[in-house]
Nanobody, 127 residues
Framework: QVQLVESGGGLAQPGGSLTLSCKAS????????MSWFRQAPGKEREALSC???????VYADAAKGRFTISRDSDTNTVHLQMNNLKPEDPAVYYC?????????????????????WGQGTQVTVSS
């Protein structure tokens, strides 16, 4: 079965950086787009970024200019480089991949039951 395992979360200072990783197994990685979401306490899960099988990327407003998504087919891993972390960034960060879909279309940002989800990794921003 599809498994997504996130890592790389932790504590960062405001203005600092973290790189999250998500290793996928149980699927042919090259056939599916990969995405990142986050969920802060008391808030809905929020879409951040998506990378298609050809490497093209899409960013939600919350991620534009500070976050960079990338994928590595050699290791079946998707990364999220986060720079200039802000007090509003603390959340549990999740990676997701669809049951079907190679390209980040108009619906990638919708939180959906048709996504496979990882268990999440906690990001804390504090001085």
């Amino acid at each position: 079965q599809v498994q997504l395992v996130e890592s790389g979360g932790g504590l960062a200072q405001p203005g600092g950086s973290l790189t999250l990783s998500c290793k996928a197994s149980g699927l042919t990685f090259e056939y599916y787009y990969m995405s990142w979401f986050r969920q802060a306490p008391g808030k809905e899960r929020e879409a951040l970024s998506c990378v298609s099988v050809d490497g093209r990327t899409v960013y939600a407003d919350a991620a534009k200019g500070r976050f960079t998504i990338s994928r590595d087919s050699d290791t079946n891993t998707v990364h999220l480089q986060m720079n200039n972390l802000k007090p509003e960034d603390p959340a549990v960060y999740y990676c997701a991949t669809p049951e079907v879909g190679a390209y980040c279309g108009r619906t990638w940002a919708r939180v959906s039951d048709s996504y496979y989800w990882g268990q999440g990794t906690q990001v804390t921003v504090s001085s």
